[in-house]
């Protein structure tokens, strides 16, 4: 009796320690090619030249403008200049901005009222990522017309809203003023402190 018993716990045992083993990841059934990848990196470079092209043709098209390219990807034009001023935003400032935005027609999506005045804590706070770049071109009192890509502007997604995806953006920026962030809080604690 006691080795039946003995061969019960012994089963038991190994059933046991089976059991606590850790599941092993299974193989995959499938293995890609990667033609997805490379069919995705065509159709972006198509988007891209299509895009390129568009805006392009904005540009010829008001030869009175001088466009700038940034090394970015961007085109601009400035709409009002500020040559007095040296200086531009740079990491750690607040940025204070009013910008409109237009589809490559020309037609308004969103207008300044709607957007309201922004404060952007630059190269700190998440922001689209052409006008991240964008405003630290800028001086103050300055408005300035980018010609934005899908890609830097809001991209596949969209902007979930008027914005669908992938589309090339005309925004319009006039950055009012910016501070260092350290003067902003002091501003902000002494007006509280009133």
């Not at 997805?36 to 568009?54: D, G, P, Q, T, W």
């Not at 040296?86 to 490559?104: C, H, N, Q, S």
Request: glycine share 6%.
């Amino acid at each position: 009796m006691k080795l039946n018993y003995f061969k019960f716990l012994i089963f038991f045992g190994m059933l046991f320690a089976y059991g606590c083993k850790e599941p092993e990841a299974r193989k995959p059934v499938y293995k890609s090619s990667g033609s997805f990848m490379k069919e995705s990196i065509v159709r972006n470079k198509k988007l891209i030249v299509a895009e390129e092209k568009a805006i392009d043709s904005i540009i010829k098209s008001n030869p009175e403008k001088k466009y700038l390219a940034s090394e970015k990807g961007y085109w601009y034009t400035y709409e009002i200049q500020n040559q007095k001023d040296t200086l531009r935003p740079k990491r750690g400032d607040v940025a204070f901005f009013d910008y409109e935005i237009f589809d490559l027609k020309g037609n308004i999506i969103y207008t300044a009222l709607e957007l309201r005045p922004q404060n952007y804590l630059v190269d700190k706070q998440e922001i689209m990522i052409g006008l991240r770049d964008g405003i630290k071109l800028m001086r103050k009192n300055e408005k300035v017309s980018f010609l934005f890509p899908s890609h830097i502007a809001y991209g596949y997604l969209g902007d979930k809203n008027r914005i669908g995806s992938n589309v090339p953006i005309i925004c319009t920026v006039t950055l009012t003023d910016f501070k260092k962030e350290s003067d902003n809080n002091n501003n902000n604690n002494n007006s509280s402190n009133q």
